[in-house]
């Protein structure tokens, strides 16, 4: 059994429902999935024994929120190179942020990215069977990636 890390940002609940689908679906691929929010995550040591990471943050004023930016700067120390790797968020209208998050995960850090691409969800739909289904697809998909 391998371990995905799932951290996150949510103002208002929305990602963070999508964290817990996301868990969900890594678990039905037979994998652990362990959630953090990102105040939780205070040095890139607690980055440290995960197989694969999946990064949440919903999209504010069409961009990531600062502190999942400075999130990224700390885990660039982590060497996450190679390491399976996707995106996640909540969205109304642009949905920038994961799209943002998975490229610095695909370019910068050099990880093993899902062919999924980000997810992005419509925060209308989480509520629904169609984005917990979703939500428990693409954690599905990471954790076979693993294997
Ligand atoms: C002030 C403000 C700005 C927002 N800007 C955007 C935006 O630029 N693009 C977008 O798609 N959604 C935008 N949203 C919508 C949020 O992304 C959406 O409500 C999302 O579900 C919030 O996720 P959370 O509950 O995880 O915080 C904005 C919401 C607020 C309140």
């Not at 799932?6 to 994998?31: D, L, P």
């Not at 060497?79 to 695909?106: C, R, W």
């Not at 910068?108 to 997810?119: A, E, I, R, Y």
């Amino acid at each position: 059994m391998k371990n995905i890390l799932i951290a996150y940002y949510s103002r208002t609940g929305n990602t963070e429902k999508m964290a817990e689908y996301i868990a969900e679906g890594v678990r039905f691929s037979g994998n652990n999935a362990e959630i953090k929010k990102l105040s939780e995550i205070k040095s890139e040591k607690n980055l440290d024994g995960y197989d694969g990471y999946v990064f949440g943050c919903p999209t504010y004023h069409r961009d990531m929120t600062e502190n999942m930016k400075t999130f990224l700067f700390l885990a660039e120390k982590a060497n996450l190179e190679g390491k399976v790797g996707g995106a996640f968020g909540a969205y109304t209208h642009s949905g920038d942020a994961p799209k943002y998050i998975f490229d610095t995960m695909q370019h910068v850090f050099k990880m093993d990215m899902t062919q999924l691409g980000s997810l992005l969800l419509e925060e209308k739909i989480i509520g629904l069977s169609e984005g917990l289904r979703t939500c428990q697809d693409y954690g599905k998909v990471l954790g076979e990636k693993l294997k």
